[in-house]
């Protein structure tokens, strides 16, 4: 992949984030905390930008995301594809619902 499409994937990337970050807020802030792994100033921040600072946050070449998740134990538990998928689902938010109170501290 050329470092050019490389770099305009990263930016619909932010773009498609802060965006989605926005709406989740706007309907439901404590859950989009949850969500989005963040902390209630920058939900506050999110939801304040102008349509010109999204565009130009978007357009950084630095990926405004990132994964929050790290660990074998997670990333087994995301991917595992037993027939009880609804426990591994519920076994991998409370972990990350943990990972969240970890960064929050």
């Known amino acids: 992949m050329k470092s050019t499409q490389l770099l305009e994937q990263i930016r619909e990337t932010n773009l498609s984030?802060?965006?989605l970050a926005q709406q989740l807020i706007r309907e439901d802030k404590a859950e989009a905390l949850v969500r989005l792994g963040i902390d209630e100033n920058t939900a506050e921040l999110l939801d304040?930008?102008?349509?010109?600072?999204v565009l130009r946050i978007a357009g950084s070449n630095v990926l405004m995301c990132n994964m929050?998740?790290?660990?074998d134990k997670l990333w087994g538990?995301?991917?595992n594809h037993s027939k009880d998928r609804s426990i591994t689902g519920?076994?991998?938010?409370?972990?990350?619902?943990?990972n969240l109170n970890e960064v929050a501290a």
């Open 48 to 53: 304040q930008l102008t349509t010109s600072q």
């Open 17 to 19: 984030y802060i965006l």
């Open 77 to 79: 538990l995301l991917s």
């Open 90 to 98: 519920i076994h991998a938010a409370i972990l990350m619902a943990g």
């Open 68 to 71: 929050r998740f790290e660990g």
